[in-house]
């Protein structure tokens, strides 16, 4: 593990609770889910762009909310996401180096870790509340894994900066809620600079989760 997430983790954990007992957490929630993710590649000295194909992974978060008001919220997300991409590469040989009319599907796959202050917009009801939100983001990579030929991680960035932007509904069942949560998450920074291309994530993000509120205000 990167000496930085080693210390965005033990922050965290060591936090957690100092923050319950002095009463600031308005509210936690775990959340579990699937990420939909591809790449926009950039290419150097062209207008010329292209989107690649999708990939699934996993996503898992904790969210701890600090301020609560009637209509607006704030919390920090900490989860981990897997985004990348696959595409198909033409199989050549010695004889044919133009392709043997076969393909292969090679998969790059980017795991993060990635904090985000959020700002939400909630409709409280009862029981189903309603509510939008938006918040940037930070990922730190976690680690890089590909089924094609091995390569350099030199150009691929440790730290991308992007904005998240989600929708959800919940379910309160006295002080517990049950919720389902869409979230885009659009990066601004690149994530891999290679040498005649620029390529950034693109995700979206389902989950399922359960929030536990520790005060009524």
Not at 45 to 65: D, Q
């Amino acid at each position: 593990m990167k000496p930085h997430l080693k210390h965005f983790l033990f922050l965290f954990l060591t936090l957690i609770p100092f923050i319950i007992k002095a009463q600031v957490l308005k509210s936690m929630a775990v959340k579990m889910g699937l990420s939909t993710a591809n790449q926009k590649l950039e290419f150097i000295g062209s207008r010329y762009t292209e989107t690649t194909e999708v990939i699934n992974g996993g996503f898992c978060a904790a969210e701890l909310e600090f301020l609560r008001g009637k209509t607006f919220r704030f919390s920090s997300e900490f989860s981990y996401c897997q985004k990348g991409y696959q595409v198909l590469v033409p199989i050549t040989s010695a004889s044919q180096p133009d392709g043997t009319g076969a393909y292969k599907r090679i998969k790059n796959k980017f795991d993060y870790m990635s904090f985000s202050p959020q700002l939400t917009i909630r409709n409280q009801g009862d029981p189903l509340s309603p509510y939008i939100g938006i918040g940037p983001r930070v990922d730190y990579l976690f680690t890089f894994r590909t089924d094609g030929v091995k390569q350099s991680t030199s150009n691929i960035n440790s730290t991308v900066f992007g904005l998240n932007v989600f929708t959800g509904v919940e379910y309160q069942l006295n002080d517990v809620g049950l919720f389902f949560e869409a979230k885009y998450m659009h990066d601004f920074t690149h994530a891999s600079d290679q040498f005649f291309f620029m390529s950034k994530n693109r995700a979206l993000i389902l989950t399922l989760g359960v929030r536990i509120n520790l005060t009524d205000k």
